[in-house]
T-cell receptor, first 111, second 115 residues
Framework: EDQVTQSPEALRLQEGESSSLNCSYT??????LFWYRQDPGKGPEFLFT???AGEEKEKERLKATLTKKESFLHITAPKPEDSATYLC????????????FGAGTRLFVKA | DTGVSQNPRHKITKRGQNVTFRCDPI?????LYWYRQTLGQGPEFLTY????????KSRLLSDRFSAERPKGSFSTLEIQRTEQGDSAMYLC?????????????FGPGTRLLVL
């Protein structure tokens, strides 16, 4: 069964303390992997799309990487405004466009 | 239009009533998705449209749920005979395929509370 698992469930950091979030996946065929940020009560905000192992994308303090089994979202020198839930999703290559989300990692950054 | 819009943003209803939500995608996007999200979980796929055709439905989409996308523009999601377990955030996303790559952009969601 296609599955996406994110870890940790929650992460508390001090401002400036770099860390990584993990997204591991087991799917029959990967069409693409997506990272989103979600603030409470709002819809997910798109961050990155990754399509093949070895691919990397960067945006401000965030960097996403992809291997054949997992993806990492690296956060460098986070600020309190980076506090949010970070969601990972995979689009499965089954002839359709079904997308499976992980449960997310809740990030808290303290000043 | 710079994003996906959803209406209403909030809906409170009594068990057994019918509700309908609307999603207006980004104008040039031909694919439209519906998801359901409960507290502490990621969005769960419900269904998606390519233009006006509904191409895939999750087994989560019981016969009380129906979605339409007439003329391939806006979409509606109707829930008949609502149950307390239907309480959730209902999210809509749209996408278009450019150069073999696709990204879904989400609306703000409709939060449903069934009393």
């Amino acid at each position: 069964e296609d599955q996406v698992t994110q870890s940790p469930e929650a992460l508390r950091l001090q401002e400036g303390e770099s860390s990584s979030l993990n997204c591991s996946y087991t799917v029959s065929g990967l069409r693409g992997l997506f990272w989103y940020r979600q603030d409470p009560g709002k819809g997910p905000e798109f961050l990155f799309t990754l399509y093949s192992a070895g691919e990397e994308k960067e945006k401000e303090r965030l960097k996403a990487t992809l291997t054949k089994k997992e993806s990492f979202l690296h956060i460098t020198a986070p600020k309190p405004e980076d506090s949010a839930t970070y969601l990972c999703a995979v689009q499965v290559n089954t002839g359709g466009f079904k997308t499976i989300f992980g449960a997310g990692t809740r990030l808290f950054v303290k000043a | 239009d710079t994003g996906v819009s959803q209406n209403p943003r909030h809906k409170i209803t009594k068990r057994g009533q019918n509700v309908t939500f609307r999603c207006d995608p980004i104008s040039e996007h031909n694919r439209l998705y519906w998801y359901r999200q409960t507290l502490g979980q990621g969005p769960e796929f419900l269904t998606y449209f390519q233009n006006e055709a509904q191409l895939e439905k999750s087994r989560l989409l019981s016969d009380r749920f129906s979605a339409e996308r007439p003329k391939g523009s806006f979409s509606t999601l109707e829930i008949q005979r609502t149950e307390q377990g239907d309480s959730a955030m209902y999210l809509c996303a749209s996408s278009s395929r450019t150069s073999g790559k696709e990204t879904q952009y989400f609306g703000p969601g409709t939060r449903l509370l069934v009393l």
